[in-house]
T-cell receptor, first 109, second 115 residues
Framework: DAKTTQPNSMESNEEEPVHLPCNHSTISGTDYIHWYRQLPSQGPEYVIH???SNVNNRMASLAIAEDRKSSTLILHRATLRDAAVYYCIPSQGGNMLTFGGGTRLMVKP | NAGVMQNPRHLVRRRGQEARLRCSPVKGHSHVYWYRQLPEEGLKFMVYLQKENIIDESGMPKERFSAEFPKEGPSILRIQQVVRGDSAAYFCASSPGQGAYNEQFFGPGTRLTVL
């Protein structure tokens, strides 16, 4: 599995956009890039995934660099409920998800 | 639509006892995964099962731990002769198929405390 690097923590103000970066320079050509988040005392929750093109869904947007060595998860308007640990996970067909340390997002009211 | 259900949510065992953790996947999902999260650590993959088959158990300790996903009923993670180091949150996830594009749906977890 590709190694990932994410900031340990980030802070945001409520209602403002948040850009969560992830470096995955050893990603293979067939790895999808998944993002999950884990709210306090809960199980992880799928956020979004993509392969090459940028992706949007109701929760977030995913911007993938042209060389695929990095990606950015974008929360357009952070709410208090978005405070969580965000995990960037390149994943091939191995089915298991390899969780790193993630980024702890704190949202200030 | 019911999501992944796990029970019990909290389980307390004394050293040497057995722990049985149950997981009911999303209806229609035939792929189940178990992960463990030790206190203040990240989630670690343990085992991947399809109905009646273990596909990948590379993350599961060789001794005392076993998992099954029978044709009927929930998936079971069984820990025999528990030790204090087994205290952790155990999460189950399910997916509709295999492949890296498949989203995994996680349950709320079972928090095991070994006294």
């Amino acid at each position: 599995d590709a190694k990932t690097t994410q900031p340990n923590s980030m802070e945001s103000n409520e209602e403002e956009p948040v850009h969560l970066p992830c470096n995955h320079s050893t990603i293979s050509g067939t790895d999808y890039i998944h993002w999950y988040r884990q709210l306090p005392s809960q199980g992880p929750e799928y956020v979004i995934h993509g392969l090459t093109s940028n992706v949007n869904n109701r929760m977030a947007s995913l911007a993938i660099a042209e060389d695929r060595k990095s990606s950015t998860l974008i929360l357009h308007r952070a709410t208090l409920r978005d405070a969580a640990v965000y995990y960037c996970i390149p994943s091939q067909g191995g089915n298991m998800l390899t969780f790193g340390g993630g980024t702890r997002l704190m949202v200030k009211p | 639509n019911a999501g992944v259900m796990q029970n019990p949510r909290h389980l307390v065992r004394r050293r040497g006892q057995e722990a049985r953790l149950r997981c009911s996947p999303v209806k229609g999902h035939s792929h189940v995964y178990w992960y463990r999260q030790l206190p203040e650590e990240g989630l670690k993959f343990m085992v991947y099962l399809q109905k009646e088959n273990i596909i990948d158990e590379s993350g599961m300790p060789k001794e005392r731990f076993s998992a099954e996903f029978p044709k009927e009923g929930p998936s079971i993670l069984r820990i025999q002769q528990v030790v204090r180091g087994d205290s952790a949150a155990y999460f189950c996830a399910s997916s509709p198929g295999q492949g890296a594009y498949n989203e995994q749906f996680f349950g709320p977890g079972t928090r095991l405390t070994v006294l």
